[in-house]
């Protein structure tokens, strides 16, 4: 029986509609697995791997790779019924024999021949009666062993889906250029971004906080939690926390536009960006108010390995209310992070400088971090965007509140 291999509208997230052929992991003739990954997919939100719904051999690839498919389509047939046959072992030969045997006669010219081309008469196989080697024995044999071997027929590999060239080099004197297509995540990354500009009323507001105090709580329980959990103490968890606390303070944050309506979500889905070689992809930590410190570093380590892996499935990217950014790990000391539509807001996250401060009139030396917040204009006032900010400041300056909601 055949099977199709499927891909439906909602497999990849529900604004997806295409997807690109990366690699077939699998040829024609070959057997696969039930569950076992068959291709290699990229759609505009992440790069995944797709299994065989049945297990068998597969009969046909309906797509190169390379090529964009229209979902749903169906990429592939697999016959379920079939095995793939496996030659039987040949019985043993039986020992051969002594080309010449002990009774074997050398007749004079035959042995001259022998001495001619340095051949000894075990090499040759005689032919003359009673088991005499005679001269045409010899000359057989030397003409068999100078003749041109005869190629080897090799069994012909599956001819492999045809990669496509998206690189192409332009030479003009001593000056090149690279050309290359964008991807699917590129395009997707560079659409939503225009999409963000054209649609939004963005505007974004600054602030800095003292980190003194985050970092000394991590460094007076790091061991233990590391020993507990699994896993280091960072920084994201704090702000994912002091997030949500300010996103509970003020809820059009968290709220996005549909048509002439403000939609204002009771849950906080917080989207963290993590940079990949493919573009910033962006998963998302569902009901992130429900989940500890501890919960929030582990699903962003899982995530972390899944973006190097390639393995985030659609679902881990949908979605999502507010988005949190941190430019610092690449060394950003200030920058405006755009909105991931319909989001109303994102979070820049930026590196820790030590910088004088002026502290109970005294200038000390601090560790300070500049945080930028960009908002949708049009939900989210002002007042309320500057007042967002200097709530998450103030969670993180005095980490207490997290813990006493306070």
Known sequence: MTVEVQLKKGDFGDSVSEVVIVEWLKQVGQPIAADADIVELESDKATTKWPAPKGGVITKLLFNAGDTIELPAVIALIDETATVETPAAS???????????????????????????????????????????????????????????????????????????????????????????????????????????????????????????????????????????????????????????????????????????????NYFDIGIAIGGGKGLIVPVLRNAERMGFAQIEQAIGVFANKVKDNTLSPQELSGGTFTITNGGVYGSLLSTPIVNPPQSGVLGMHAIQDRPVARDGQVVIRPMMYLALTYDHRIVDGREAVSFLKRIKDCIENPVRLLLDV
């Open 91 to 265: 019985p043993a030969a039986p020992p051969a024999k002594s080309a010449t045997t002990a009774e074997t006669r050398v007749m004079p010219a035959a042995a001259a021949a022998l001495s001619e081309n340095g051949l000894k008469s075990s090499q040759v196989t005689a032919t003359g009666p009673g088991g005499r080697l005679l001269k045409e024995d010899v000359q057989r044999q030397v003409a068999a062993s100078t003749a041109p071997v005869a190629p080897t027929t090799v069994a012909k590999p599956v001819p492999t889906a045809p990669v496509v060239d998206s690189v192409r080099t332009i030479v003009s004197g001593e000056r090149s250029e690279k050309r290359q297509m964008m991807s699917p995540i590129r395009k997707r990354i560079a659409a939503r971004l225009v999409e963000a500009q054209s649609t939004a009323a963005l505007l974004t507001t600054f602030n800095e906080v003292d980190m003194t105090a985050i970092m000394d709580l991590r460094k007076q329980h790091q061991d233990a939690f590391t020993q507990r959990y699994g896993i280091k103490l960072g920084f994201m968890s704090f702000f994912v926390k002091a997030a949500i606390d300010a996103l509970q303070t003020f809820p059009a944050i968290n709220a996005e536009i549909q048509g002439t309506e403000i939609v204002y979500h």
